[in-house]
C-alpha cells in the first residue's frame, strides 16, 4: 500500500483526467470530488472511478472540453447544460447560482441536464450548508432497478441527498441511494472477486444473485423491496424530477456507466436550496435543529448523519491515503497517456 497527501492524490487523478482530454476546470472539479469521496472511505465513488471516466472521455462517453452554461433562468428556476461532460463542473456552476438565487428569493430549483455520474451527491452540497442554507439533491442513472413488480431495469439507482447545517458544529449530511446498496458496492467486490448478499441484486434473467458481475448486467432491487413497492416508488419520483422537469434523458435511455462503449448518457441532476431566513428565521432554524438533535442523542448509540464520513475525512486529512499500488500505478499510467 501507498501512502499519498490529499494534495497528491489530487494531482495524479487531474494529471489522469487531463491525459484523458478533460480541460482544466473539469480536470481540477473532478479530481476534487473523487479524491473527497475516498477520503471518506466512498472507494465505490473515489478512485475507482477513474479508470471509468478516463475510458469515457476517450471514448466520446464524455465530452473533456464541455463547458457548463447556465442554459435558462426564470425566477427561482434554473437550467444548467453540462453540454455532455463530466458533471461536476456542472454540478459546481448549478449550486453557485442556486446559493446567489436562494439569497435573493429565499428558494432555487437549479437542474442539470446533458450531464454524467455526479458522484457523492450531497458533497455537491457542502457550500450551501456554509452559506447557511438547506439543500436537497436528486439524480437519475442509467437504468439499473425495476418498476415495482417488474423484472427489467426501468429506473437508476437515483440518490437522494440533503444537508441541514449547524449553528457551530457539522452539518447533517444524508445521503442515500434508493437501490438496496449504492451499485459501486458491486463494482467494488466484483474487482475484488468477493461475492454479494442476497437481496442487493438480480441478474439479466430477473432472478436473484450473490455474484456481483451478474448483478452489474442484470439489475438492482430498491430498498424494501422484499416487503413494499416504496422503493420503487421513490425512484420513480427522482426519475420524473430530473427528466420530465428538466429535460434530461431517462435512464433507460443511457447506456452503462460501467461499460467502456455507450451512448453519452445525458442524465441529469436537481437541487433545490432553500435559505431558512426567509421561512422560519435564522435564529429560529438554528434552535430548533438543535433541539431536535438533542433528542436524538438522549439515545445510546444515536450516530448524526454524515459523522462517520467527517472524521474519516478529517483522519485523511492529517493522516492521507492508504492506496493499493496497482492503484497508484493505475493513476501513473493513466497520467502518461495521450488523450
Known sequence: MAQLTLSQATALVENALAAAGANPTMA???????????????????????????????????DGNAVATVARQKGAAVLVNAGTGLAFPACDLAIATAISTARELGVCFAGVTNSHHAGVMVDHLRPVAAAGMVAIAFANSPAAMPAAGGRHPVFGTNPVAAIFPRRSDDPLMIDLSLSEVARGKLMVAAKEGKAIPLGWALDADGEPTTDPQKGMMGSMLPVGAASSPKGAMLALMVELMVTAVIGAQFGFEASSFFVDEGNQPRIGQAFIVIDPGALAGTDTYYDRMETVIAEMLRDDGVR?????????????????LQVADAMVAQLQKLGQAAP
Open 28 to 62: 481540477r472539479s473532478v479530481a476534487r470530488a473523487l479524491v473527497l469521496a475516498e477520503s471518506q472511505g466512498l472507494s465505490g465513488h473515489g478512485l475507482s472511478r477513474v479508470g471509468q471516466y478516463c475510458t469515457h472521455l476517450r471514448n466520446g462517453r464524455a
Open 304 to 320: 448524526l448523519a454524515g459523522a462517520r464520513r467527517l472524521a474519516l475525512e478529517r483522519k485523511a486529512a492529517t493522516d492521507g
